[in-house]
């Protein structure tokens, strides 16, 4: 079972970054999948959240307008574009998937970095 991370890097304040998540050993369609982060000495953040089937989505407020989430479960795969980019947006970024009804991430990402930084 996998979720891997990828398309962090270093960005100016106002640009856009898309990451993606790849899922393998797993039935990535039967899971919603979020996007979580964590700021340099702060605690974990949940950033967004798509249903299995992307039917719905939900974003915290400090990334609402500026983030998309989306998902292809062709693809096994759930991305994150994060356009407008700010400073307080730096954070490595986890991806992770679970199962409703089912308390918690069943699984997650090793993480991708994401700084913004002029």
């Known amino acids: 079972v996998q979720l891997v991370e990828s398309g962090g890097g270093l960005v100016q304040p106002g640009g856009s ?3 993606s998540c790849a899922a393998s050993g797993f039935t ?3 899971h919603y999948a979020s ?4 700021a340099p000495g702060k ?3 949940w950033v967004s959240t798509v ?5 719905r989505t939900a974003y915290v407020d400090s990334v609402k307008g500026r983030f998309t989430i989306s ?8 991305y994150l574009q994060m356009n407008s980019l700010k400073s307080e947006d730096t954070a490595l970024y986890y ?3 679970g199962l409703g009804g089912v308390p918690g991430y069943t699984y997650w990402g090793q993480g991708t970095q994401v700084t913004v930084s002029s």
Do not use: P
């Not at 998902?71 to 759930?78: C, E, F, L």
């Open 43 to 45: 605690g974990l953040e």
């Open 51 to 55: 249903y299995s089937d992307g039917s």
């Open 95 to 97: 991806c992770a998937a």
């Open 28 to 30: 990535f369609s039967g």
């Open 35 to 38: 996007w979580v982060r964590q």
């Open 17 to 19: 970054l898309r990451l």
């Open 71 to 78: 998902r292809d479960n062709a693809k096994n795969t759930v």
